[in-house]
């Protein structure tokens, strides 16, 4: 009758214990966040006698998984960039041009002429020559590396009359947007992350945007400075490479660390052969050895600066530079006169692709639009948290209050109930590293008023039980059973909306979705589970012949 | 002594001033429709561009200096107003500004906003800009459409999942009445002409939530009750079972508007508009529950005998509600 498996039992005081456990941290948050930002530290730089303080003052074998602050509520800038995507395919065509005019050109002559941006328009000496030229044309053509555009060429050759009218195929464009984002969003996160704000958020968002917010910051504007500014890719002759990083590098050169591994550092000369600016595109291939590779092309000046470098030094090592760091220092192994070049080494499939990432992500491919920006100061940030708190305790104590005031003992298990469900919302909320903002807030007030609901649902019900005089055990085990089905549909619709919610939903709003979402869940369990097991526990003591809910 | 909201045993006949209660609901919804077309709503910048500064200064907000101060950018359509938080420190004067999307640009540019604070500054010395946002047109227009959007799916949800744990007229009426709570929700707005945003859509659909979990507890007592009472009329095993959830329907809107007012009066401006949208819709969808669904299930009938299938017409299909 009012029984519950011994295993059960287990089951549930543990889930509680972990849900808790986990949400420990956020009692203690100032000196967690500490802990952990010292943790980071010592990872990265080493350890200093304060630093180690600082981690000391949170113990390691503990939970230090905190719950993260939305921008609303720590301070911070949030921006939505638009990606222009479209001006990637001019530049294309900008260095399409030169293959063209090489390859046409003993043919018959030919001749650039204006067309609209995307399109390269090429009109030929002699309009008889015309099928040989488009053919040739034809010939530059490459297939498309993307699965959906598998079988596909990457440029449309047209002619007609003396006009050859040279396209991005669809495919290609797909493609190439999809590069273009992908640098886009690499570029943009390597420049938050040399600034070094603690968790920044950089996300895709639709086809052409993305999203960037950085809690900390002063202003929007501020950040948009730190994302328009161009990193410097340069490639550079090297003088020799070591281990000390106190070498002199003598006139004209520079010492420069290693990105990889920390200790090794190159002597390499300042002035650079030739930069990202003139870097046209990077991929990760393989050599003629089926070897992972990187190949690269420049634009005209840059192709013709690096063929006159490599072919004087074949067998010389040149470095790859980005933001002062050596990201690859490969030795020469031919001369390279095409403007188009291919990096060997010691690399992975994986290491391929992203040294071709790297080297793509020198500068940023498109220009980008602001569509909406927000400045959060972190007074109004502290302001809103502790209106928040003072809001939160205050409906907590109502609702305690409430309850016990409406059905006594078992209003007092149910308030027990909602204080394990509040921690393991806390404690959910780590565990997935979900941002908790205002409206977020809201909602966790608003579970504290709907979560009792269970509840009452069942204490009704209960309560309707008992007078029909079935004895108290029957009527609590019949009360749970009979209110379940109520207690899901109410439930089930309100995850609905959560869940739809979280899918349309942006920034606060989606953080308000994850609090119901899991609010629901947690409270079902918690009004449900633990409290049964807390009137089973109390049944067993006490036994009382009748009982008033 | 336990607190009781009602007495143990109610009997209220629910349908007793059905004309009225429920004339009453349509003439509201109604009424809302005409203001919301008429009057409009307080678009914030989520849903029509543009920018507006929180400005935090310790001297009084003399909303006419700024308007005066700000004039000379020409900036077009500004608009200023004081926000007034009994539960703050009465040091802070906060106000909000709102200068409407530029002609041809997506965002605000930094020389705009630091134009703005610049003007502020001659009039208020000691002001901050405790936040900036900025919203441009082309982003706004998106968020109206994925707002409407969220709105309609979550009906579109609701109305399958009831019809699928009970019958279609049950699936009609919750959302006839949830229909009703988003009209008016949105009716009040209007009226008030309290700044609609963002987070607004997202209590509109949270209020949604709530009031089907209302109606769901109705209709989940009703549909057992209606295997229990087989011969009974359709009116009163609804009135039995209204009144035998009724107490727990008070309990639960008592602890929700508990925990609401709290976040109401003492979680500061910034989430009022969002909040007060919830407490709103708790209050009308409570109503709902009780006098607009069911009177929509007694309209359309119910399909009383379970075993036989499809006898749909029935013998209550016309009872005047």
């Not at chain 1, 941290?25 to 000196?31: H, K, R, S, W």
């Not at chain 1, 074998?61 to 990606?83: F, K, T």
């Not at chain 1, 990889?260 to 190159?266: D, I, K, L, Q, V």
Request: glycine share 8%; with cysteine; charged share 20%.
């Amino acid at each position: 009758m009012l029984q519950i498996d011994l295993w059960k039992r287990v089951l549930i005081i543990l889930t509680c214990a972990v849900g808790l456990w986990l949400a420990l941290p956020n009692a203690f948050y100032g000196p967690v966040e500490q802990h952990n930002d010292a943790v980071k530290a010592i990872d990265v730089a080493g350890s200093t006698p304060e630093l180690e303080a600082q981690r000391a003052l949170w113990p390691n074998w503990m939970p230090s998984q905190l719950v993260n602050l939305g921008l609303d509520l720590r301070g911070g800038a949030h921006l939505l960039a638009e990606v222009k995507v479209a001006d990637v395919y001019a530049s294309r065509m900008e260095a399409t041009w030169p293959e063209v005019r090489d390859s046409l050109r003993s043919i018959t002559p030919v001749r650039r002429v204006e067309a609209p941006e995307g399109e390269l328009r090429v009109r030929i000496g002699d309009a008889a020559q015309m099928a040989p030229a488009l053919e040739a044309a034809r010939t530059l053509a490459r297939p498309v590396q993307t699965i959906t555009g598998a079988g596909q060429n990457d440029i449309v050759v047209n002619g007609s009359g003396d006009i050859i009218t040279i396209t991005l195929s669809d495919a290609e464009k797909q493609a190439t947007d999809e590069r273009t984002m992908q640098q886009s969003l690499e570029i943009i996160r390597r420049r938050i992350d040399e600034v070094g704000t603690r968790e920044p958020t950089i996300q895709r968002q639709g086809s052409d945007r993305i999203l960037i917010q950085v809690p900390g910051i002063g202003s929007a504007a501020e950040l948009k400075a730190i994302i328009g500014t161009t990193a410097q890719l340069t490639f550079n002759p090297v003088v020799n490479r070591g281990a000390d990083e106190n070498a002199a590098p003598g006139l004209g050169n520079s010492l420069l660390p290693d990105a990889e591994s920390p200790g090794t550092f190159y002597v390499i000369e300042t002035a650079p052969v030739v930069t990202g600016e003139e870097l046209v595109d990077a991929q990760p291939s393989f050599d003629q050895n089926g070897r992972p590779a990187v190949s690269f092309r420049f634009d005209t000046t840059g192709a013709r600066k690096f063929g006159t470098y490599t072919a004087e030094n074949i067998g010389a090592p040149f470095a790859i530079v980005l933001d002062n760091k050596v990201i690859s220092a490969p030795t020469i192994q031919s001369a390279i006169p095409g403007g188009s070049g291919i990096i060997t080494g010691n690399f992975t499939v994986e290491e391929s692709t992203n040294l071709a990432v790297l080297l793509r992500a020198g500068a940023l491919p498109a220009g980008l639009t602001f569509v909406e920006e927000r400045t959060i100061g972190p007074e109004l940030g502290q302001d809103s948290i502790d209106a928040g708190k003072i809001a939160t305790s205050v409906a907590f104590i109502a609702v305690l209050f409430f309850m016990w005031a409406s059905y006594g003992l078992f209003g007092f298990f149910a308030n027990i109930a909602l204080i394990i469900n509040v921690g393991m919302i806390f404690g959910l909320l780590s565990l997935i590293g979900a941002t908790l903002t205002l409206p977020g807030i809201a909602g966790i007030v608003l579970t504290v008023g709907m979560a009792v609901d269970a509840n009452v649902l069942i204490f009704e019900r209960i309560r309707e039980e008992l007078k029909t005089a079935k004895g108290p055990a029957r009527a609590i085990s019949l009360g749970y059973e009979r209110a379940l089905s109520a207690i899901l549909d109410a439930n089930i619709t309100t995850f609905i909306i959560a869940i739809i919610l979280f899918v349309l939903g942006s920034g606060p709003v989606r953080g308000f979705a994850v609090t119901l979402g899991l609010g629901i869940v947690t409270s079902v369990f918690t009004a449900y589970f633990v409290t049964r097991l807390m009137v089973v526990f109390w049944f067993e003591r006490r036994r009382p012949k009748t009982i008033t809910v | 002594m336990r607190l009781r909201l009602i007495p143990d045993d109610t009997n209220i006949d629910f349908f007793k001033h059905a004309k009225l209660t429920f004339g009453a609901s349509m003439v509201a919804v109604l009424l809302a429709l005409v203001v919301w077309f008429t009057m409009g709503l307080n678009y914030g910048i989520d849903f029509r561009g543009g920018t507006t500064l929180r400005t935090q200064s310790d001297a009084p907000v003399d909303v006419a200096a700024y308007r005066t101060a700000l004039a000379p950018l020409q900036l077009g359509d500004i608009s200023i107003s004081e926000v007034y938080d009994p539960a703050s420190n009465s040091k802070k004067h906060v106000a909000m500004v709102r200068i409407q999307a530029q002609e041809g640009e997506e965002a605000a540019t930094p020389e705009m906003i630091s134009q703005v604070e610049g003007a502020l500054k001659t009039v208020a010395p000691n002001i901050v800009f405790t936040s900036v946002e900025s919203v441009g047109p082309k982003v706004s227009g998106e968020l109206i459409q994925t707002a409407f959007l969220a709105v309609a799916a979550s009906l579109g949800a609701i109305l399958i999942y009831i019809w699928l744990r009970f019958e279609w007229q049950f699936s009609l009426g919750a959302v006839a009445a949830l229909f009703h709570d988003v009209i008016l929700t949105i009716g009040i707005f209007s009226v008030l002409q309290i700044r609609f945003d963002l987070p607004v859509i997202a209590a509109i659909l949270t209020i949604i939530g709530y009031s089907i979990n209302d109606t769901v507890v109705i209709f989940d007592r009703l549909r057992e009750n209606l295997r229990k009472y087989k011969k009974r009329d359709l009116r009163e095993v609804m009135n039995l079972s209204v009144n035998e959830t009724l107490s727990r329907t008070l309990m639960t809107s008592g602890t929700t508007l508990l925990a609401l007012l709290a976040l109401l009066f003492l979680g500061g401006d910034v989430i009022r508009g969002f909040v007060f949208a919830i407490t709103w819709g708790v209050i009308v969808g409570t109503y709902s529950s009780v006098y607009v669904a069911k009177n929509i299930v007694l309209f359309l009938g119910v399909k009383r005998d379970w075993s036989k299938k499809d006898n749909n017409t029935g013998q209550y299909a016309n009872i005047d509600a």
